[in-house]
Nanobody, 123 residues
Framework: QVQLVESGGGLVQAGGSLRLSCVAS????MGWFRQAPGKEREFVAA???????YYTESVKGRFTISRDNAKITVYLQMNSLKPEDTAVYYC?????????????????????WGQGTQVTVSS
């Protein structure tokens, strides 16, 4: 049974920073998604086991995804946070260490999900 354990969410003022962590039980291709109230879950960032990086346009230059394979942990460093970044953030993992084609932003291509961590950005 694969478990993903997230941490690092919280309340921050606009312009502030947070770092989310996700500990997995093995090394996989990993991603972060988010879901705001009343909205569908959307892709945020992803990283393959070899370090390939992928971001949604709205977070480029502000968010950085990284991983420590020795600790089997993926991080999402979020800087210059905006109120529109407010959402529950979910860590997700694929069984494979890579992404097939351009599938890093497709939620259905991920096999495991964390419980989610709330990020709230006040204006």
């Amino acid at each position: 049974q694969v478990q993903l354990v997230e941490s690092g969410g919280g309340l921050v003022q606009a312009g502030g920073s947070l770092r989310l962590s996700c500990v997995a039980s093995s090394t996989y291709a990993m991603g972060w998604f988010r879901q705001a109230p009343g909205k569908e879950r959307e892709f945020v960032a992803a990283i393959s086991r070899s370090g390939g990086l992928y971001y949604t346009e709205s977070v480029k230059g502000r968010f950085t995804i990284s991983r420590d394979n020795a600790k089997i942990t993926v991080y999402l460093q979020m800087n210059s946070l905006k109120p529109e970044d407010t959402a529950v953030y979910y860590c997700a993992a694929r069984r494979a260490p890579y992404f097939d084609g351009r599938t890093w932003d497709v939620a259905s291509k991920y096999d495991y999900w964390g419980q989610g961590t709330q990020v709230t950005v006040s204006s």
